[in-house]
């Protein structure tokens, strides 16, 4: 029984809560929860998409700094693959993920955003990652992610100030995807995730771990490994329903519930 990260699941929709107050401060056993419950959440086949929630005021405002603070050198090289485990885990789930952030998501925070697929704010939201204030870098996958997001450039000049963005600041260098009322933010990201319940589970995994892994090489391997993908689904029942409901009924009418 996890004591700081939960499981809902509803409709089709698996949400991942994470429930340590008052701020969901990131501590060592937050973080192992969170790989365990998205494990959990990749594996079930009840669960065909994700909603990474914090509740109606915050969605994670770092990491525990208190936990780290005296940590020595040696200490802490035992424990830096920890970091990005959690976080690493979400980002793994081979289902569409989607934050739902309100209020903070700073730090450790926003990483775990990072890990998914997709960000959906509230206008009063605040991102970061400000790490560099505490006289460290970012060491849960954000000098990663956030490169590959929005660019090195950008990244670098987020990473390095260390300062807070607002909702829309944030949307318009792509660190977040969408801004809504803050109350809408669940329902949002609750009905974004929910458009894949009855889609093709293996079509959509097999396209997630195309764009993923092709990102961590060249061009020239990332097409191979989308061709080699792109056929080893043939002969799938996601492929022969689709394609069958195609000829049949037209396009978009194919139902894959319970695949």
């Known amino acids: 029984m996890t004591e700081f990260v939960r499981l809902e699941v509803e409709g089709g929709v698996g949400t991942i809560r994470l429930d340590r107050p008052p701020m969901n401060a990131v501590n060592r056993q937050l973080n192992l929860e969170l790989a365990e419950i998205s494990a959990e959440a990749a594996g079930r086949t ?20 208190k936990e780290m603070a005296d940590l020595t050198y040696s200490e802490m090289a035992e424990r830096a693959h920890e970091l990005s485990f959690g ?6 789930i081979p289902k569409p993920v989607v934050a739902a952030i309100t209020g903070y998501a700073l730090g450790g925070g926003f990483e775990l955003a990072l890990s998914c697929d997709r960000r959906i704010a509230g206008d009063n939201a605040k991102v970061g990652q400000p790490e560099i204030l505490l006289g460290i870098i970012p ?17 670098k000049d987020v990473i390095f100030t260390g300062r807070m963005y607002k909702a829309e600041e944030a949307l318009a260098l792509g660190m977040v995807d969408e801004v809504v009322a803050p109350d809408d933010v669940y329902t949002r990201a609750h009905a974004w995730a929910s458009q894949f319940v009855n889609g093709p589970t293996r079509a959509i995994a097999a396209a997630k771990a195309a764009i993923d892994r092709g990102l961590d090489t060249d061009l020239r391997t990332g097409l191979n490994l989308e061709s080699e993908m792109f056929a080893a689904l043939f002969g799938t029942e996601d492929q022969t329903i689709g394609m069958r409901s195609f000829a049949e009924n037209g396009p978009g009418k194919a139902q894959f519930l319970g695949r």
Do not use: H, M, N, W
């Open 87 to 92: 976080f690493g885990a979400v980002s793994t």
């Open 139 to 155: 060491g849960g996958g954000g000098t990663q992610r956030l490169a590959r997001l929005i660019g090195p450039s950008k990244a």
């Open 46 to 65: 009840d669960v065909r998409a994700v909603v990474v929630y914090g509740g109606e005021k915050v969605l994670a405002a770092g990491a525990d700094v």
